[in-house]
């Protein structure tokens, strides 16, 4: 069983190399990590391959998809930035954080390099002029930023465009002056996820302050008025046929008062798309690819399940109701909200447990 974590806003946290890697791995994710951040351009090859390993075994035994990420120098012109990228994705990350990004372009380089095959995720040089944001974050498949920062752009307004564009963002709380108001700034906002400043985890685990943000982040979404404001103050969907999709599920989680959204895909477009409505429960995907399960963890609200069971559309009902009994999602009585675009047939159904 799935032991799921009561937020849906993510957290990330920087992990570096040790000698009982395993057990960083494991007490990191138990104290709330979402996301794994590795400093790929400072470790060796040695280094980052066990970090990934661990961080891997550390999912399966606890049947999770942590998200793990790449962080990397990037202007898209050297031959050894390139390599280490083609090496991020060989090794199987999720995604990449490219940094300093300046312009879209050096964005869509590192795109056509990987050719799909990880997320890529911008940290802008906000602090020079002329760096245009939303340029950039529409060229990329998201976004990492820092709330505090010396920048002409703030976190939030760059945050803000990720939700309006449908990128997940992933702030950093930078230092602990005001942590909490921070914090709650950036869940308004619609960060998808707060990230602990990395020189936390410079030769040590930041477990007292990774659960201290867990419980702050358990707290705000604890209370109504705020998950009231997400909801309603969520972006109106795109004028296209998935968005209406999309948002059929949303209004039908709130008109039926559903506990879930179970989210038949193989389209990370449809999770992200599911994600930006903000539906004010959590959205369970069901997907056969391990790739798309690692990326969906970079999205409000989302946890993944990797199944072979039937994808047919007379089997989904059954399916999603059996995922959503044994790893308790919702309890008997409850409604559950089912959309699914795996076939031709897209379709938005309402079962009861």
Not at 49 to 72: C, M, N, Q, S
Not at 269 to 275: A, E, G, I, Y
């Amino acid at each position: 069983m799935i032991q799921p974590k009561n937020r849906n806003v993510k957290i990330a946290v920087t992990i570096e190399p040790s000698s009982h890697i395993l057990e960083d791995a494991g007490e990191l994710f138990s104290a709330g990590a979402d996301i794994f951040r590795v400093n790929f351009f400072r470790n060796s090859r040695a280094d980052n391959l066990k970090i990934y390993e661990a961080i891997r075994a550390v999912g399966r035994k606890h049947r999770a998809f942590p998200t793990i990420l790449a962080d990397l120098q990037w202007s898209g012109a050297g031959s050894e930035e390139r390599n280490s990228l083609n090496l991020a994705v060989e090794l199987g990350f999720d995604g990449v954080i490219l940094s300093p990004i300046r312009d879209p372009e050096a964005v869509l380089k590192a795109k056509n390099t990987v050719k799909g095959r990880t997320a890529i995720m911008a940290k802008p040089d906000f602090s020079e002029a002329g760096v245009a944001p939303e340029p950039i974050i529409e060229a990329s498949d998201g976004l990492a930023t820092e709330s505090g920062a010396f920048s002409l752009i703030s976190a939030e307004e760059a945050t803000d465009i990720c939700n309006r564009l449908g990128r997940p963002a992933i702030v950093s709380v930078g230092n602990f002056a005001n942590f909490s108001a921070k914090v709650g700034e950036a869940v308004y906002r619609k960060a998808d996820a707060i990230a602990l400043p990395p020189e936390l985890s410079d030769g040590r685990r930041p477990l007292g302050e990774l659960k201290m943000l867990n419980e702050i982040l358990e707290n705000i979404e604890s209370d109504p008025l705020a998950l009231k404001h997400i909801r309603e103050t969520a972006r109106l969907p795109h004028n296209s046929t998935a968005d209406a999709i999309c948002a059929s599920a949303a209004e039908a989680v709130k008109v039926s008062c559903a506990r879930v959204m179970v989210l038949f895909t193989d389209s990370w477009n449809t999770v992200l798309r599911c994600s930006r409505l903000r539906p004010g429960v959590k959205i369970i995907l069901i997907t056969d690819s391990f790739e798309l399960a690692g990326k969906s963890g970079l999205s409000y609200a989302v946890r993944a399940i990797v199944s072979k069971n039937s994808f047919k559309a007379e089997e989904i009902c059954k399916t999603a109701k059996v995922i959503v009994a044994e790893n308790r999602f919702a309890a008997v009585g409850d409604n559950i909200v089912i959309l699914s675009n795996v076939s031709a047939d897209n379709f938005v159904s309402v079962c009861r447990l």
